[in-house]
């Protein structure tokens, strides 16, 4: 590569002038109305496909309008928008699906299934390229599938509000200023609205109980949703209970009986359409123990077990911030964090490039990897020191093994963290920091 001498007054003027050219005008390319576009992705852990299932419009964009073009975490999936003329890449969206962890199971190496994937962008003023990606567990692009989409096409079908009864939960500014966080019923019957209603402000309660979210609370605005199910509770398939809901939801996702998930995507966005959200938490009227969350995508959480709260909050941190497991066992069907890649997930590593994740944070005298400080074990905790012990040693960093359920060759920042177990407090620094990156890069223009 040649390279060319610049004058010492060209480089101070370089970092604004490359802003300036990367910022996008949201008007420029964009109206205030959402473009939703439906898929299925379907396949085995041997071969994947991305088909177009059609393309719904709504009034409002609740969505970012700044960082239009940029990519905070890579996903296991990215949807890229391009300007059809120009080729302009005008807005990024990255993903992931449970169809993406369905095919690490070994149930996909045998049998083939479709899913349903639903994005929301906003609705492009001229025609637009849409491509989107699934990646593999090394970042790389596994099947990608591409498409024109003219705003004048007549397919496109207008949606209004279902009109459901809502509640605003918190409203702290306009939809362009803050994150905007549906919360919608699941298992309530018409008779529960009450109920429901005191469920959702104990979530909304619940989030911001915890810090970093308790400091950011002036960038949220949550709304809580009411559509009423035939059946009060979700299906739990492992008690043989099997209940016409909503949202369609149900434990036993992989045959993991506190797995709480919902395939029904297209039914779930249909019941949200023409609401202001960006994020969804479904909150299902049951004591039974279990969640889900998947980044971009959704949060899954149960109202009446005795770790409502931080169930909530750790499934959040899955869906919001893109955080991964940071907990252990080694019994999955196969690695999904190998050797020679390392994670997109903003708090685990392989070291492969540690430099890009938390190696700011800790002192030169921390050793990588870090051995373990003499703490008591959470399972056997029963007096306040030892709990205290416990919850201090979310806030010391350093690089210790075994997160992403693997116990070896995969590293956490902390010892105990909200993304590991339910009985401490606090998000360890690093998860703290990236819930923060991904609020600034929702609200900052």
Request: glycine content about 6%.
């Amino acid at each position: 590569m040649r390279f060319h001498r610049v004058t010492l007054g060209v480089l101070f003027l370089l970092p604004s002038l490359f802003s300036a050219l990367k910022a996008q005008d949201f008007s420029t390319y964009f109206l205030d109305k959402t473009l939703r576009l439906d898929f299925v992705f379907a396949g085995n852990s041997a071969e994947q496909h991305i088909f177009y299932a059609g393309a719904k419009k709504y009034e409002g964009w609740a969505g970012r309008r700044g960082h239009l073009s940029d990519i905070l975490l890579r996903g296991n999936g990215q949807l890229l928008v391009r300007d059809h003329t120009s080729q302009q890449l005008i807005y990024t969206h990255t993903f992931s699906t449970l169809f993406q962890e369905w095919v690490a199971t070994e149930e996909a190496t045998r049998s083939s299934q479709s899913f349903e994937a639903t994005f929301q962008i906003p609705f492009p003023k001229e025609p637009v390229d849409i491509t989107v990606s699934l990646l593999d567990i090394h970042g790389k692009e596994k099947t990608t599938y591409s498409q024109t989409i003219d705003p004048s096409d007549i397919l496109i079908r207008p949606v209004e509000s279902r009109k459901l009864l809502s509640n605003q939960l918190l409203r702290q500014g306009s939809v362009q200023e803050c994150v905007d966080v549906v919360i919608i019923s699941e298992g309530y019957k018409e008779d529960e609205y009450v109920k429901f209603s005191k469920d959702a402000e104990r979530a909304c309660e619940a989030l911001f109980a915890h810090e970093p979210f308790k400091s950011l609370r002036t960038r949220f605005n949550i709304q809580a949703v009411f559509a009423p199910s035939q059946d009060s509770g979700p299906s739990i398939p492992h008690d043989n209970i099997w209940h016409e809901t909503a949202c369609q939801s149900h434990f036993d996702t992989f045959y993991t009986d506190r797995y709480l998930t919902t395939s029904s995507l297209f039914q779930l966005h249909d019941l949200l359409a023409g609401l202001p959200y960006e994020h969804i938490i479904v909150l299902a009227n049951t004591g039974t123990y279990g969640g889900g969350g998947i980044y971009n995508q959704l949060t899954l959480t149960t109202s009446d077990h005795r770790t409502f709260s931080q169930v909530l909050v750790h499934e959040f941190g899955h869906a919001y911030a893109g955080l991964a497991d940071e907990y252990f066992y080694d019994d999955q069907f196969s690695s999904i964090y190998p050797a020679d890649t390392e994670p997109w997930e903003p708090n685990l590593t392989t070291l492969v490039d540690f430099k890009s994740k938390w190696a700011d944070l800790l002192s030169e005298a921390t050793p990588v990897p870090t051995p373990p400080s003499d703490i008591p074990d959470y399972r056997t905790a029963k007096t306040k020191k030892e709990w205290k012990a416990i919850n201090e040693s979310v806030h010391r960093i350093g690089v210790f093994e075994g997160g992403g359920y693997q116990s070896k060759g995969v590293f956490r920042p902390a010892q105990e963290c909200r993304m590991k177990i339910n009985e401490v407090t606090d998000f360890c620094p690093v998860c703290t920091r990236a819930i923060r990156r991904v609020t600034d890069f929702y609200t900052e223009k």
